[in-house]
T-cell receptor, first 112, second 114 residues
Framework: NAGVTQTPKFRVLKTGQSMTLLCAQD?????MYWYRQDPGMGLRLIHY???????AKGEVPDGYNVSRLKKQNFLLGLESAAPSQTSVYFC???????????FGPGTRLLVL | DAKTTQPNSMESNEEEPVHLPCNHS???????IHWYRQLPSQGPEYVIH???SNVNNRMASLAIAEDRKSSTLILHRATLRDAAVYYC???????????????FGKGTHLIIQP
């Protein structure tokens, strides 16, 4: 099993550009999460999903949208990137509510 | 959410045991104590979790105080590969309708000397 994979690994954007980060998991997990991590900080929850077709806001949802059209994929979109969104983005999945979370390797995003 | 307090950093020697403390004085009865670690340039990795009793797995042991207001993650024989940031996180099965995510603090940066 590949576990949780993220695409792309690294991206540079200009202010105002849009992009989509892809997270895929092959563990048949119901729950998926997007976090961001700024330098020297712990991770913060952006959005999460408790099943296919569902999404919910986390701690820092502004400026991001998500979609969960297929159980194995969770997409994070930035419609108009801002320098404040420069961060490392981690995706995670879990088999149940409050269960162990399995993380992907991260996507490093730089917004100029 | 109940908070946790951890030292910013700790240093240990290779092949010696490491005890990483965590205080959680406002823990509730439904809170599980989870530990994750994050190696450099990687995503967080689950280490261990427990509710009341001490727990052991292949990676570490978790010692929970009788009043549950503190816990200690024990690495029995640290290696250089254990150098990471260790996060102590409280998780409840009853999210009360709130977001089901992990609340990360700054964690403890563990440095292993060869």
């Amino acid at each position: 099993n590949a576990g949780v994979t993220q695409t792309p690994k690294f991206r540079v954007l200009k202010t105002g550009q849009s992009m989509t980060l892809l997270c895929a998991q092959d563990m048949n997990h119901e729950y998926m999460y997007w976090y961001r991590q700024d330098p020297g900080m712990g991770l913060r929850l952006i959005h999460y999903s408790v099943g296919e077709g569902t999404t919910a806001k986390g701690e820092v949802p502004d400026g991001y949208n998500v979609s969960r059209l297929k159980k194995q994929n969770f997409l994070l979109g930035l419609e108009s990137a801002a320098p404040s969104q420069t961060s490392v983005y981690f995706c995670a999945s879990s088999y149940r509510l409050a269960g162990v979370q399995y993380f992907g390797p991260g996507t490093r995003l730089l917004v100029l | 959410d109940a908070k946790t307090t951890q030292p910013n950093s700790m240093e240990s020697n290779e092949e010696e045991p490491v005890h990483l403390p965590c205080n959680h004085s406002t823990i509730s009865g439904t809170d599980y104590i989870h530990w994750y670690r994050q190696l450099p340039s990687q995503g967080p990795e689950y280490v261990i979790h427990g509710l009341t009793s001490n727990v052991n797995n292949r990676m570490a042991s978790l010692a929970i105080a009788e009043d549950r207001k503190s816990s200690t993650l024990i690495l029995h024989r640290a290696t250089l590969r254990d150098a990471a940031v260790y996060y102590c996180i409280l998780r409840t099965l009853d999210s009360g309708g709130g977001a089901d995510g992990l609340t990360f603090g700054k964690g403890t940066h563990l440095i292993i000397q060869p």
